[in-house]
């Protein structure tokens, strides 16, 4: 080996060592790049009658790098991260349309009872029925508005959901050839791999993690493997799996998630896909934006049913009783698409019961012996039985209902309150038909000689059975102590200091101070001391002047109704309120330390793959100076070869 070769073999190295720290230099920004370090080796010694002479140098690898480690470790924080940030900027937006002091519900509802109680302030006149209407339409329009708004978040979530599972598919395809690539151009050491193309590799792995959380492990010929979900192969060599975006076969306005195999789409859980922009935007529909659009709903369902309730119990400013004073919406049921073609059956749920609703779906299925109701916030399950159903069979306040056949497997969602606030409306059209005045009035005779009195009544539902047609006179008899003249065919009862007792239809039943009597869904309360033969008269109301109704209206805004019997109307809304904005705190404050992780993370992995352009400046002189040394050598060589020549001559 000559000593221009040896030379020669220096200037080579030394210009790859150029090379490469340029490349490290002018790629220092780019995401995902790993510095690279040429590592030389000694080339190998000639032998000689004096022993082994060495031949220069060469550049045995181009290495790269990363540590495999930190990688993931950054994967993961990529992943919380970019779905933190997701599921805040989605859910700040439920925190701001509810909490907003003009804009949300909390003053539209003081503002209707405001109007409710107006009524009984100027004896339910025209000017007041007006002021109750107005309110009660902006009501209604603020809980339309309010749905319309989390409906367009839905949309949103729709839309991202699609356009998540488009990038993910584009990710895996690209994966896949980055995978076929790199193992084509790998030699079977793998100690010459394209550098560049595993960097466009782990960035596009870093890139599918912000969109969903994968597991990635090594494959065979340098490729890698990446799962999601449950262990899904996503990626496995140089094949890539798809998902599809798909409608949810219980709801075909939802967009879920489907794993493509052999041309078939299998639906995938939506709590096995975490972490991501993906995970985090199904893990928002479910956990936030269900449960506010569903308890929205309750309260508009338990206002609307409480207060129509309520009308129907009063007579109107035509004296005829009063009908809905708002539209209710009825629970939404939609079966599996998947059931049996040939199945007939049909369910209903019809709320029964406002007091007892929850914010939960439900599901209905048949499991080839039974229907089973589970309630899907915490999946308790509820038998119907029997079967046929004599009766509908009540569930939280829902009545369901099931005829026909089914095939084992079939099943139905059941969204009570989900349409709660879109269908709440103003069903009445006329102040008239508010009903402020109470059905029946009572009356003492001035002919009367006893102190007895009775209170001005009030009446149940039971009162629209059979409801008064005439005046009922009570004559109290002093020999017995008993009061007479009860309707006909009408059982009684007593409640006196708590204790109630029943009294047989067409039974006299004993006076008491303080007692209370309810008949015929009508109930009173008698006090005093009536003489012999004193009557007291229960007659019809003509509805004028009277507003004892409106009061009971008024009386159903601090009333506990909803949460069994715990809450006001106002109260469930501001536990919702509370609710969101609580979450909304909580996921702010995990973002900031996901994102100080991530931080963390990406600093760690960059101490080992990251370009220091101090260290970089340095090599460049480092392999400058080696360049212009193999050029001395070559210099010298080509001086001694002179000397040579001229010694021939």
Not at 123 to 147: E, I, K, W, Y
Not at 268 to 279: K, W
Not at 590 to 603: D, F, G, I, K, R
């Amino acid at each position: 080996m000559s000593l221009l070769s040896i030379g020669k073999t220096g200037l080579f190295a030394a210009q790859a060592g150029l090379a490469t720290t340029g490349n490290n230099i002018t790629n220092a920004n780019v995401a995902g790049y790993s510095r690279e370090v040429v590592v030389q080796a000694t080339a190998l010694s000639m032998g000689g009658s004096n022993g082994y002479i060495g031949t220069g140098t060469q550049v045995a690898q181009v290495k790269r790098y990363s540590d495999d480690f930190l990688n993931a470790q950054v994967r993961t924080a990529q992943a919380a991260s970019s779905g933190l940030d997701a599921y805040q900027a989605q859910v700040q937006q439920i925190d701001n349309l509810l909490a907003d002091s003009t804009s949300g519900l909390s003053p539209a509802l003081q503002d209707f009872f405001s109007a409710v109680q107006n009524l009984t302030g100027d004896g339910a006149g025209v000017s007041s029925r007006g002021s109750f209407m107005t309110s009660a339409d902006t009501l209604a329009a603020r809980f339309q508005g309010m749905n319309g708004r989390l409906d367009e978040i839905r949309k949103g979530v729709n839309t991202q959901i699609t356009a998540g599972v488009t990038s993910i598919n584009t990710y895996a395809t690209q994966i896949a050839q980055l995978n076929d690539q790199i193992g084509k151009l790998t030699d079977a050491a793998g100690l010459n791999p394209p550098n560049d193309l595993l960097d466009k590799r782990d960035q596009l792995i870093m890139e599918l993690n912000k969109q969903v959380k994968a597991t990635v492990m090594p494959g065979d010929n340098h490729s890698l493997t990446v799962s999601i979900g449950n262990g899904q192969p996503l990626v496995v060599g140089t094949s890539a799996f798809q998902l599809a975006a798909t409608n949810s076969p219980t709801d075909q306005t939802r967009t879920t998630i489907g794993y493509i195999t052999n041309g078939k789409v299998t639906p995938m859980a939506e709590n096995s896909l975490t972490g991501g922009e993906l995970g985090a935007v199904l893990q928002f529909r479910t956990t936030s934006l269900d449960q506010a659009q569903n308890a929205l709903g309750r309260v508009a369902i338990a206002l609307a049913t409480t207060m129509n309730d309520q009308n129907h119990l009063g007579l109107d400013g035509n004296g005829k009783p009063g009908g809905d004073i708002f539209t209710v919406a009825a629970a939404e049921v939609t079966k599996n698409v998947n059931n049996n073609q040939t199945s007939t059956t049909a369910i209903t749920a019809t709320v029964v019961d406002a007091t007892q609703l929850t914010t939960s779906d439900y599901k209905v299925d048949f499991d080839g012996t039974n229907y089973n109701v589970y309630r899907l916030s915490d999946n308790k399950k509820t038998v119907i039985a029997p079967f046929p159903q004599a009766q509908p069979q009540v569930v939280d306040g829902l009545a369901f209902s099931v005829t026909g056949a089914a095939d084992a497997g079939d099943n139905f969602l059941v969204r009570p309150t989900i349409n709660g606030a879109a269908s709440f409306g103003l069903a009445l059209t006329d102040g008239a038909q508010i009903a402020a005045a109470a059905p029946i009035t009572t009356s003492v005779p001035l002919t009367n000689s006893g102190s007895g009195k009775i209170s001005a009544g009030s009446v149940d539902k039971n009162y629209l059975g059979s409801p008064l047609a005439s005046s009922v006179t009570l004559s109290y008899d002093k020999a017995t102590g008993t009061l007479s003249g009860f309707p006909a065919g009408q059982a009684i009862t007593m409640t006196l200091n708590g204790t109630t007792t029943p009294y047989a239809a067409g039974s006299n039943v004993p006076f008491q101070d303080g007692a209370s009597y309810t008949v015929a869904g009508m109930s009173f309360t008698m006090n005093g001391a009536p003489a012999n033969g004193d009557t007291f008269t229960i007659a019809p109301n003509t509805g004028l002047g009277d507003t004892r109704n409106a009061g009971l209206m008024g009386d159903l805004q601090s009333t506990n109704i909803l949460d069994g019997g715990k809450a006001t109307f106002q109260s469930a809304y501001a536990t919702l309120v509370s609710s969101v904005g609580n979450k909304t705190r909580e996921v702010q404050a995990n973002a900031e330390a996901a994102a100080a992780q991530l931080t963390q993370a990406q600093a760690a992995a960059n101490n080992v793959s990251g370009v220091n352009l101090d260290e970089e400046a340095a090599n460049l002189l480092k392999y400058q100076q080696a360049y212009q040394a193999a050029g001395k050598v070559m210099q010298v060589a080509d001086t001694v070869f002179n000397a040579l020549l001229q010694i021939g001559h």
